[in-house]
């Protein structure tokens, strides 16, 4: 062991060994968290355990110093830790069965093949004991390491009713003894759902980064699509799964042209076509093709449908824009989401002219609308675009108030300011 450190040498050893600390729990969290829940069959155990062996390595790595291979030293301990629980709990009836699996031995009952061990726990998760509204969200934070803010962020709701569903779900697991079951093939289109609106979801979480500053969030983006293109190919014959895969590869494709040379946000109609990603739009037509074959159509292929008119249009293709509005007709006829309904407010007002897309959003109470800074943005627009100037500067106000990132900012205050 190597001699404590002191002084100023002492408080950089503690900066670089809670810096590598983070950057594990940001890159391989979920990982962790699956390899250890696919061999204990416990999902919350696996969380708890990995979590001693975090605050583990803020103890031992300032003095010993950061080890050649973090994830292998917070595996290792995190496997001690779920030992010891279990050891000094009393091993039960069966459970030296599962202490083999967790130390490497085979299980004695073969489980179905995924390519990766977040897309097992993804299925896990989305056990139909679970309370349906928390499976998603409970990927979100188990699999992919999400804090609760973040997630009641991406399905819009209050962060305290977020953690009030997750710690019931968990209360749930724990109570009513839900084992941690690998689903067979049959049971995967019954909880496929789920683990789409999960990775989406994570998706958005990355995509609202616009900046482009935080490695979490971009490296989530580039995560959810990695896990999208797995899952198609697992499912091989689910339209949705396609769908997704198509969505996240279009809206990936244009990463690179989001912002300006000095940092800038740039929306999609005055993005430089030639930042695309051609490989990745490539994928998106790919994957669209695929679903639009297996005749089940749903609300991922209509989103990609309409990101893909989108980046055609702006290739050179002649995409009409009621084209655009019929997309999202279907669209929100199918899944009337308040993202969807502004988005078609939008594509309505390019189509027929501003109060065409003012009268789309009356269609949205102020209750929907209160916290959703999209829609103070498609009001500032449009409105500005009538010449409702008092309109437009409150509801650019609320949307400046409502943004989280400068470049957002900026970019509603020069866009709607009136000529």
Same mark, same amino acid.
């Given at each position: ?28 969290? &979920?990982?962790?968290?699956? =390899?250890?829940?696919? @061999? ?19 103890? *031992? ?18 496997? #001690?830790?779920? *030992?010891? #629980?279990?050891? *000094?709990? &009393? ?76 710690? #019931? ?21 019954? @909880? ?7 990775? =989406?979801?994570? =998706? ?100 990609? +449908?309409?990101?893909?008119? *989108? ?35 939008? +594509? ?7 109060? +065409? &897309? ?13 916290? =959703? ?9 449009? +409105? ?29 205050? @020069? ?5």
């Amino acid at each position: 062991m190597a001699a404590p450190a002191t002084g100023d040498a002492a408080a950089a050893l503690a900066r670089a060994s809670g810096n590598a600390a983070a950057a594990v729990a940001r890159d391989s969290y &979920g990982r962790l968290v699956a =390899y250890l829940a696919a @061999r204990s069959h416990d999902i919350a155990g696996a969380e708890d355990a990995l979590g001693d062996a975090f605050a583990a390595a803020l103890v *031992h790595w300032p003095v010993d110093g950061v080890p050649a291979a973090p994830e292998a030293w917070l595996l290792t301990a995190a496997r #001690r830790r779920l *030992h010891d #629980r279990w050891r *000094h709990g &009393g091993v039960e009836a069966g459970a030296e069965a599962t202490l083999a699996i967790v130390f490497g031995e085979l299980a004695a009952t073969p489980e179905p093949e995924f390519p990766d061990e977040r897309l097992k726990l993804m299925f896990v998760c989305a056990h139909p004991a679970i309370d349906p509204a928390a499976r998603a969200a409970l990927m979100l934070q188990t699999v992919l390491g999400l804090d609760a803010a973040r997630i009641a962020s991406a399905f819009l709701v209050a962060p305290a009713t977020l953690s009030q569903r997750l710690v #019931r779900a968990k209360a749930k697991i724990r109570s009513a003894g839900i084992a941690f079951e690998v689903p067979g093939p049959d049971q995967w289109p019954d @909880r496929l759902a789920d683990v789409l609106e999960a990775i =989406y979801a994570a =998706y958005g979480t990355g995509w609202d980064d616009v900046a482009g500053t935080d490695p979490e969030r971009s490296g989530l983006a580039q995560e959810a699509l990695t896990l999208a293109a797995m899952l198609a190919q697992l499912v091989g014959d689910a339209a949705e799964a396609w769908g997704l895969l198509a969505l996240l590869a279009f809206c990936q494709s244009r990463v690179g042209a989001r912002r300006d040379g000095v940092g800038d946000y740039v929306p999609l109609q005055a993005q430089d076509t030639s930042l695309w990603d051609r490989e990745l739009i490539g994928v998106g037509e790919a994957a669209l093709h695929r679903a639009a074959a297996l005749a089940a159509p749903g609300a991922f292929q209509l989103e990609a +449908a309409i990101q893909s008119a *989108h980046t055609q249009r702006r290739l050179g293709a002649s995409v009409p824009d009621a084209a655009i509005v019929a997309l999202y007709d279907a669209l929100v006829a199918l899944r009337p989401t308040i993202g969807a309904i502004v988005s078609r407010a939008c +594509a309505v007002g390019a189509a027929s002219g501003a109060a +065409a &897309g003012l009268a789309a959003l009356a269609a949205l109470t102020a209750k929907d609308v209160d916290g =959703y800074q999209p829609y103070w943005a498609a009001l500032a627009h449009l +409105a500005a675009a009538q010449g409702d100037v008092a309109t437009a500067r409150a509801a650019r106000e609320r949307a400046v108030g409502l943004s989280t990132d400068p470049a957002v900012r900026r970019f509603l205050l @020069r866009a709607t300011e009136p000529r």
